[in-house]
């Protein structure tokens, strides 16, 4: 019981200090639907909207990449992880409570990035929107570990993106596969990416964080 | 100790009992920040032998004051007295916040706080949940005037055992127990 | 009695070498004089020689890395960071090879410098890529028990990683790329079988050989540190 209002604390915490810094989550909105803009310029004519829903998934992941960044900061700037993580509750209540968080601010991204993306280019299925609540359960999951470790070392804003798009690129095929039609399996797969990873990041966030 | 290549401080035997004062003094860069992290259970000796209580027993407050700056002193204890399981959490936060001198402030932002007021407040969180050792690594630095008379009476007063680093030991000196200088 | 047993050592590092040497030039004369000629590709597809069982090796570079990382956790053990470490050097050695082996072999089957139907390939740039990071974490934090932390978990996420970027290829294919056909099935005539095998154990061979080498190496390095200081 105390483990879920551990990871409920936190993840109150983590929700109000954006609501009250207001940094993250409008960088996030304005990125995404400037990057759909650029994107627009960047297909040739006539490319169809496959082509354009690739580049939906992109849009995705490199917006999650920058609400991930700053995800740890306050961790890090004020040293918050050295009080954190002398508590009694279980390190991974940390992880935890700060994924549902990043998950929020994906959630709230994809609000804004969907329905602009079904104005400019083509209209959004409902598969499509299964694939990207699952793919932001990975990503979020994933990147919250990776944050950590990324917080932890000395070129963080570039160390970041360098971890995370190698084990992105599953979640991308999923993502496309499952929006462009290619079947239910692709949301399972998706759903076995975020199963596996979420496990491995609950069982192993101790260690990014804890010495001793 | 040792980074990697690079050692930080060899050779240091450190002795407390309930209720001791440990004075650590030295240069800068001596290694007494990693000297105190080791002690808190945050960073793991390259050698040597560590009985220390349990993480929780501990309360360490190291360069920063390790608060959160866009919560209020309230939300950050409130959240610091959840995590760390404080019996009575709301009376012992009121408590710490008027003894430190913060209850009027205790909703702003703490980021609109100085940096001695933020420093206060880090000494609340450091003792919110009645450690049995404190380990405070150059608490005056950032204190004003009236924050350094509380931690004054703070470190007179019998309780935890507590291991001090600070480059300016004439503050404290007569309450010491044991002092190790690092070189 | 310490000096047989250094002895023992000694003689073991020189017998794997020659046995890694005596398997490799082995397997060379029979991947150009003894394996007979591919049917569809002709004397080219001879790389797959090559190729194939510098990823396997990789693989085995990588799961070696990601046991030795486990020991970090579960044990704490020191000695397995550098452990680690190394074997995914190797790795990432083993698999820059695999990438230049596999964009010659396209090359020469098809004309093309890279190909994306090539599920190995594609596989292996991405484990490439994570294991680079890999690197840049590692250079990236203070040496300590916390880096060797943080890299005994990156390196579980990368074997973790191998099986699903497999499976993500894979559906990947039925996609995205039309279906190319692939030139080696696992049914292989008897002659091919066994100059695979013989260039598979040379290739591993190689890796035990150069592994512990490179193990000795730094920690002749450590010794050589706690020496100067122990004098200082």
């Known amino acids: 019981m105390t483990y879920a209002a551990d990871v409920a604390a936190l993840a109150r915490k983590d929700l109000l200090l954006e609501l009250r810094a207001k940094e993250t989550l409008p960088a996030m909105l304005l990125f995404v639907l400037s990057t759909l803009t650029v994107f627009h310029f960047a297909l040739p004519r006539g490319a169809g909207g496959l082509a354009a829903l690739g580049l939906l998934w992109v849009a995705i992941v490199f917006t999650a990449l920058l609400g991930l960044t700053r995800a740890f900061v306050a961790e890090r700037e004020q040293g918050l992880l050295d009080a954190l993580v002398l508590a009694p509750c279980d390190r991974s209540a940390i992880w935890l409570g700060k994924a549902v968080a990043v998950l929020a601010f994906l959630v709230a991204a994809e609000l804004v990035a969907l329905p602009a993306f079904a104005a400019f280019f083509a209209p959004v299925g409902a598969r499509t929107i299964v694939a990207v609540v699952l793919a932001d359960v990975g990503i979020a999951t994933v990147g919250t570990l990776l944050g950590a470790m990324a917080v932890a070392g000395r070129a963080r804003e570039l160390l970041l993106p360098l971890l995370f798009l190698p084990l992105a690129i599953p979640i991308v095929v999923g993502g496309v596969g499952a929006s462009a039609g290619g079947g239910s399996r692709y949301l399972a797969f998706l759903a076995l990416y975020d199963a596996v990873f979420a496990v491995l990041s609950w069982a192993s966030f101790e260690y990014v964080v804890a010495e001793a | 100790m040792r980074f990697g290549e690079r050692r930080v401080f060899n050779g240091v035997d450190v002795d407390l009992g309930a209720g001791g004062f440990l004075l650590v003094t030295g240069a800068n860069g001596s290694g007494k920040t990693t000297l105190l992290r080791v002690l808190a259970r945050l960073t793991a000796p390259s050698g040597g032998e560590l009985e220390l209580p349990e993480r929780h027993a501990i309360g360490y407050l190291g360069h920063e004051p390790h608060v959160y700056r866009e919560l209020s002193p309230l939300e950050n204890l409130d959240l610091f007295g959840r995590l760390y399981r404080v019996p009575e959490r709301r009376e012992r936060v009121g408590m710490l916040l008027e003894r430190f001198g913060l209850w009027d402030v205790r909703r702003e932002r703490v980021g609109s706080f100085s940096r001695g007021m933020q420093q206060r407040l880090g000494l609340c969180r450091v003792l919110l949940h009645e450690p049995r050792l404190l380990v405070l690594d150059e608490p005056y630095n950032a204190l004003d005037a009236a924050g350094g008379e509380l931690l004054d009476g703070l470190l007179a007063e019998p309780g935890p055992a507590r291991i001090v680093a600070t480059h300016e030991p004439r503050r404290v000196e007569r309450l010491a127990l044991d002092r190790l200088v690092l070189a | 009695m310490d000096h047989v047993t250094r002895r023992l050592s000694e003689n073991r590092g020189v017998a794997s070498a020659t046995a890694a040497v005596a398997l490799l030039a082995a397997s060379i004369g029979l991947i150009f004089?003894?394996?007979?000629?591919?049917?569809?590709?002709?004397?080219?597809?001879?790389?797959?020689?090559?190729?194939?069982?510098?990823?396997?090796?990789?693989?085995?570079?990588?799961?070696?890395?990601?046991?030795?990382?486990?020991?970090?956790?579960?044990?704490?053990?020191?000695?397995?960071?550098?452990?680690?470490?190394?074997?995914?050097?190797?790795?990432?050695?083993?698999?820059?090879?695999?990438?230049?082996?596999?964009?010659?072999?396209?090359?020469?089957?098809?004309?093309?410098?890279?190909?994306?139907?090539?599920?190995?390939?594609?596989?292996f740039l991405v484990l490439f890529l994570f294991y680079c990071a890999y690197f840049m974490l590692r250079f990236s934090v203070e040496p300590g028990r916390a880096r060797a932390n943080m890299c005994a978990v990156y390196a579980l996420f990368g074997v973790v990683l191998i099986p699903i970027s497999f499976l993500a290829i894979r559906l990947s294919r039925k996609f995205i790329h039309p279906v190319v056909f692939t030139s080696h099935g696992p049914q292989m005539a008897g002659s091919q079988f066994l100059t695979f095998c013989v260039s598979l154990a040379g290739m591993i061979m190689l890796f035990v050989v150069l592994y512990h080498v490179e193990l000795a190496g730094k920690r002749i390095d450590a010794h050589l540190r706690d020496l100067r200081e122990l004098l200082a």
């Open chain 3, 33 to 123: 004089f003894y394996a007979p000629d591919d049917t569809d590709q002709g004397f080219s597809q001879r790389i797959f020689y090559f190729h194939v069982p510098l990823a396997l090796t990789s693989y085995v570079c990588f799961a070696w890395g990601a046991w030795k990382a486990l020991r970090v956790l579960w044990k704490g053990d020191d000695e397995a960071d550098l452990e680690s470490y190394v074997a995914i050097h190797q790795g990432v050695i083993f698999g820059a090879l695999t990438l230049v082996t596999g964009s010659l072999w396209a090359r020469a089957s098809w004309g093309v410098w890279w190909s994306w139907s090539e599920d190995q390939l594609v596989l």
